[in-house]
């Protein structure tokens, strides 16, 4: 194919204007989340929660490996917690290490909560889950023993999560459970890996739904 000095000159110019003011990126999942309107504190827990879920499934679903790893180092701690969640999800095995380290010295609790269930996920730095059940906050103790049985057990949890993920999350449905109506019904998977459907048991037997309100 042959371009026209006409139309070469064009295509130069345009190279030099995005050299000059840069191509106009999208934020990444990540960066959106660092500038969340309602960051994941106490104060927050019923405001922009919607939001924080729905980044969530981008971040994880997006797997950018490099950018997360690199954010385990970032200066905000949302955003080390979450990348820390995102890639024990993703079975990032590389990153272990610097997960166990985020364990041992992360000044932020938060923080050390996901980076000890992401160990879990990973199967892997069992001493740094041990020494995390000693840890000065109950919260990373208990993160510590769910994830040394996260550690032991013969299937992937972090392959369940990461499906569930993957099938995504519709915004309207976000908050239609509520307190004094009828749940709504759903599908899942157990944990070893059988299909789950609530109306298949609603109203047949007693049924408890546990899901963990923590955010990070």
């Given amino acids: 194919m042959t371009l026209t000095w ?23 999942p990540l960066e959106k989340y660092r500038t969340l309107e309602f960051p994941p504190v106490v104060e927050n827990f019923d405001k922009g ?11 994880i679903n997006a ?16 955003v080390r917690s979450m990348a820390a969640r995102a890639l024990g999800i993703l079975g990032d095995k590389a990153s272990a290490d ?5 364990v041992q010295s992360d000044p932020e609790y938060m923080v050390r909560i996901r980076a000890v269930d992401a160990l879990g996920f990973l199967k892997m730095r069992p001493e740094a889950i041990e020494l995390a059940k000693k840890d000065r906050d109950a919260g990373v103790q208990w993160a510590a023993r769910i994830a040394a049985g996260h550690a032991q057990v013969d299937w992937d949890d972090a392959a369940h999560v990461r499906r569930a993920f993957a099938a995504g999350i519709r915004r ?7 307190v004094g109506k009828p749940a709504p019904d759903f599908t899942a998977q157990t944990s070893d890996g059988k299909p789950f459907r609530l109306s298949s ?6 049924i408890a739904i546990y899901f963990a309100a923590f955010e990070g």
């Avoid at 309207?172 to 509520?178: D, I, N, R």
């Fill in 6 to 28: 006409r139309a070469s000159g064009f295509l130069l110019a345009g190279f030099v204007a995005a050299a000059v003011t840069g191509w106009a990126q999208p934020p990444s």
């Fill in 201 to 206: 048991v609603l109203g047949k037997k007693p």
């Fill in 49 to 59: 929660w919607k939001d924080r879920v729905a980044l969530e499934y981008e971040i």
């Fill in 98 to 102: 610097a997960l166990a380290d985020l």
């Fill in 172 to 178: 309207e449905a976000m908050g239609s459970a509520q």
């Fill in 63 to 78: 797997a950018d490996l490099k950018s997360l790893r690199a954010a385990l180092k970032d200066d905000n701690a949302f």
